[in-house]
């Protein structure tokens, strides 16, 4: 069930007064809130089985997205990232796409486990 909208623009808001943010964009219309504000734009745009297997693991532990997920809640949030290719909408790869695209800063698409590794590599190199 998704936060409520005001809960939502609150969360937003105190993440854009700190100095530096990261966000996790699944909710491409959450997502889309701080990109006029984002100077680099990273997605990881990973295979669904390497996705599925995370997801697993993640909700194993009884919570996802700080909340606790029982095991039906657990089942219907991996019944719905796996239709991740065939929904639309914001929350869609079609959708991700669509924001990746018009992102006019620097932007990055991983697409692999071994692109992940390299790009994170090279950006400890940096430090």
Known sequence: MP?????????????????????????????????????????????????RVRLIKRLAGGAHLDRTQDSDAAAALLAWASEYDARSGSCSRAGHLGLFDAFSGEKTRLQSEEQTQAWLDARLAAY
């Open 3 to 51: 936060r409520p909208v005001a809960e939502q623009q609150d969360m937003v808001a105190v993440a854009l007064s700190a100095a530096d943010w990261i966000v996790e964009g699944v909710f491409g219309q959450l997502a889309q809130s701080f990109l006029p504000h984002a100077q680099s734009l990273v997605w990881l745009d990973l295979p669904w089985p390497v996705c």
